[in-house]
């Protein structure tokens, strides 16, 4: 009996010290639960860079479309086998009634286009609290063959669709996007529209959805020479890089009031109810100041101008510049040419 005991209290002893040798001290816990926390902080600020690098070369690749829709002739770039006359977007833009509501705009919109690719694309579904700008690409004559690349040019069009609205019907569009449908089934899509709002990947057709009640508010849409392919994707950059909550916020309040007119630096801290010391310290912080950001509008006013027949003393002094001299060069510093010549490439 001692040693059958004696045997019993050693294995219990054996299991008890087993038990106390796996038991981890309180500042173990924490030292593993902080390594825990910061491998979760690593990996979300790599997903955060990850990101932000793929919105950063998708807004390269937007903005060099602009040169190379000049180049080619062609507002689709090639991608389909009708070819969009430089201008195409403008004319389909310039038919919007003055008062108008997101709803009826994406309608339009939709039949504009069909007429113009020569097919029943694009179509507008009306249900119990939503509308929907659809697109169906089955049929489309794409002038590519890669279905990866055929993927991310539809995700890219349903970006450039969202961003007319958007110049359209800024609110209603932006505030009102209920969810996005895309075809591809698993794999990333090319725009990160999941910043924006619900994604359903798999679907069908391609869609954007937006909150009926916003989709039928009446609004006032911008000037016609404020309508054009320029405007859209320049609209498109914006939208992409609030996504990443970089550029854009303050700065675009106030682009907004120079495009109302308001060409003074005082007047506008004024409209924003600020100082303008204020206002360039804020500016700065965003790495830009308001000469620049007065530039930017006033050529892109320029851009839309450049497409009438205004001649060039006239448009550089509805421009505000001192003479077309000043109007050349400051053109020329930021789009790469002379206005003349722009001219010459947006009329063909």
Known sequence: MPIVATTTQSGYRSRSKRRASTRLAPSDKWRIVRQGADVISSARTLYCVVREAAIASLIERLQSQLAEAQNLGDEARALSERQLLPGSTKLVLSQLPRDVTLAEAAARVADAFNLLHGGKFNSVVRRAGSVTFQIDDRDFPFAVDDQNTVLSVME?????????????????????????ALRRENSKPSVPFDTLTEVRLGSALYGLTYDAQLANQIVDRPPREDLTFEAVVRTQIKILREMTGGFAQFPDLVSAAIRRGETSQDRVADELGMSSATLRRKLSEFGVNFRTLLAEVMLERADALLSTSIPLDDLAARLGFSDVRSFNRAYRARRGVTPAVARKRANG
């Open 156 to 180: 890219e069009t349903l970006l450039f669709a969202h961003a007319i609205l958007v110049l359209v019907a800024p609110e209603p569009a932006s505030r009102g996007l209920q969810s996005v």
